[in-house]
């Protein structure tokens, strides 16, 4: 107990809002503070994703110009997913599909899956004096189809900065079942600048398009805001499956950053999405269990995921925020 403050919401907490107006209008928000200054809007009606994510003051994520979108205007018709696409600090990518649309055993799939545009069927947060813990349940779930369930927990410290995200996927169905995972987590501006510095411990970098291999010498370098820039992915790759995955950016106008960390044995997969286009300003930093190139590549690469019935799977992600250039130099 705390003999300074009235209500606990005085320091750290959760606060539930819901949107009144627009294409989100309806949409469930909690947004989470940590009392050292990480805040954290999730979305409810967006399978527990993160819109938003801010540190002392500053915006770390990127908003896309469609703003919050309700699921009621989902498209699930090939890259329809673009239309409510609002990208924010985390858009999970899955859990029948990553990538582009494709075709896979008769299946026809959409543009990064569905569960993103899926709301949580139950909610609900406990505190105590260490962390701030959300837990979530989507149902992915049809009838002749898939039947699957992402338990999902998000753990925010009052100690550190940082938050981790776990994840359970449940096949709670009677078929082998694909699962596909990309966390999608987006960085915008004024983090994301041409003065940001990236890195990713990876051992090989590959370009995903001819495009992208043109500018494979300078991955990590950020750039201005482009007109008609074209979109640049790299697929970052890891030798040693028992080494830690990292990824961090630090941009030393604001002297702030963060770090994603990762197990590569379970998310061996690591997408780098350079966007440097006026207003499309975003750089994804996005670990997965494949890769974006649609499931029908990743099953006839022989690495396609698949849980037996009542079989589960467990990921997990940690974000970490930056203080310093000195914070950022000692992951290298």
Not at 74 to 82: I, N
Not at 104 to 130: F, M, Q
Not at 300 to 320: N, Q, R, W
């Amino acid at each position: 107990m705390n003999k300074y403050i009235g209500h606990e919401t005085q320091i750290s907490g959760v606060e539930e809002s819901e949107l009144m107006n627009g294409k989100g209008k309806g949409m469930r928000l909690l947004r989470a503070f940590n009392g050292k200054g990480m805040e954290l809007t999730i979305s409810e009606d967006r399978g527990c994703d993160i819109a938003r994510l801010t540190y002392r003051g500053m915006n770390m994520s990127y908003f896309s110009p469609c703003g919050y979108v309700a699921p009621t205007f989902y498209d699930d018709k090939k890259d329809g997913f673009l239309k409510s696409f609002t990208a924010g600090f985390l858009t999970t990518s899955g859990l029948q599909s990553v990538g582009v649309p494709c075709t896979d055993n008769g299946e026809e799939l959409p543009l990064h899956g569905s569960i993103n545009n899926t709301p949580a069927e139950r909610v609900w947060y406990e505190t105590n004096e260490k962390e701030i813990v959300i837990k979530g349940i989507v149902n992915d779930s049809g009838i002749f189809s898939r039947k699957l369930e992402l338990h999902r927990t998000i753990t925010i410290s009052k100690e550190n900065n940082e938050f981790t995200v776990s994840d359970c996927i449940k096949n709670v169905g009677d078929k082998i079942t694909p699962v596909q995972i990309l966390y999608h987590m987006n960085m915008g501006y004024p983090l994301l600048s041409e003065k940001s510095r990236v890195h990713i411990s990876s051992d090989r970098v590959i370009p995903r398009t001819s495009w992208a291999e043109k500018g494979i010498k300078e991955w990590d370098k950020m750039l201005t805001p482009t007109p008609d820039f074209e979109e640049q992915c790299y697929y970052h790759e890891f030798e040693n499956a028992e080494r830690k995955g990292l990824a961090a950016i630090y941009n030393p106008d604001i002297h702030q950053g963060l770090a994603i960390t990762f197990d590569t044995e379970k998310l061996p997969f690591f997408t780098e999405w350079k966007m440097m286009g006026v207003r499309d300003y975003v750089l994804g930093l996005e670990p997965g269990n494949c890769n974006p190139d649609g499931r029908d590549k990743m099953r006839e690469s022989g690495k396609l995921v698949e849980l037996m019935p009542e079989a589960e799977i467990h990921y997990e992600v940690k974000v970490t925020m930056l203080d310093s250039e000195e914070d950022y130099k000692k992951l290298q």
